[in-house]
Structures are given as structure tokens and as C-alpha cells.
């Protein structure tokens, strides 16, 4: 079965860190460019982070540049995102999803193939 798995999230003070990781199962990310997604209660899903399938690439939203480092270890079949100084606004669902079609050196957040069910942060006092 073909699957992304999502783990690390939880409940976190403000400032605080957390590290999310996106496991695959099924196949290898090698060939796959990844991006981790979130959605706030009664908002729409935003991109956060992509990595390209090189690793040379990466893209971060405005709203987390300076704070997110996105990384991947293709040995271990698993994507990560790093959150540092987390805020309120940073509460919400986490997805990690994948894609074949932005090829070797670029990342999107459209035309994803795989989706993980999410890990909820929560970043409260």
C-alpha cells in the first residue's frame, strides 16, 4: 500500500520547536518532490514547504521563512520540517504530500500524487 505517514506534531509552547517527519511506505521518495501543507481551523489549505527530489531546491511560505527549514533523507525514505519559534498562527493541521511532475531541481504545491492524513500542532500557552 501506498502511503505517507506523518508524525511529530503535538502541542507546543509559544516560541517553541517541533521537528515533523513524512514517512513513506509502499515506495521511494527518491523520484518524488515533497511538500508539506497546513490547514487552520476555518481556513483553507496553505503550502508551508517543498523540497525538490535533488534536495537543491527549496520554497518556504512568507509567513514561516526564517523559522521552517525543510530537509530530506532519501536513506530513510523520509521528509522533514523543522519549526522553530513557533507561534499561535502556526496551529493546524500538517499534511506532507508528494509529487512526480516538477521534476529534478524544482518544487510545487500543485499536482500532488500522495497525501498523508495530517499531524495536528497546536501551539498554545
Known amino acids: 500500500q501506498l502511503q505517507l505517514v506523518e508524525s511529530g506534531g503535538g502541542l507546543v509552547q509559544p516560541g517553541g520547536s517541533l521537528r515533523l517527519s513524512c514517512a513513506a511506505s509502499?515506495?521511494?521518495?527518491?523520484?518524488?518532490?515533497i511538500g508539506w501543507f497546513r490547514q487552520a481551523p476555518g481556513k483553507e489549505r496553505e503550502g508551508v514547504s517543498c523540497?525538490?527530489?535533488?534536495?537543491?531546491?527549496?520554497n518556504y511560505a512568507d509567513s514561516v521563512k526564517g523559522r521552517f527549514t525543510i530537509s530530506r533523507d532519501n536513506a530513510k525514505n523520509t521528509v522533514y520540517l523543522q519549526m522553530n519559534s513557533l507561534k499561535p498562527e502556526d496551529t493546524a493541521v500538517y499534511y506532507c504530500?508528494?509529487?512526480?511532475?516538477w521534476g529534478w531541481g524544482n518544487c510545487g504545491y500543485y499536482g500532488m500524487d500522495y497525501w498523508g492524513k495530517g499531524t495536528l500542532v497546536t501551539v498554545s500557552s
Open positions: 504530500a508528494a509529487s512526480r511532475g
Open positions: 509502499g515506495f521511494t521518495l527518491d523520484y518524488y518532490s
Open positions: 523540497i525538490s527530489v535533488s534536495g537543491s531546491s527549496r
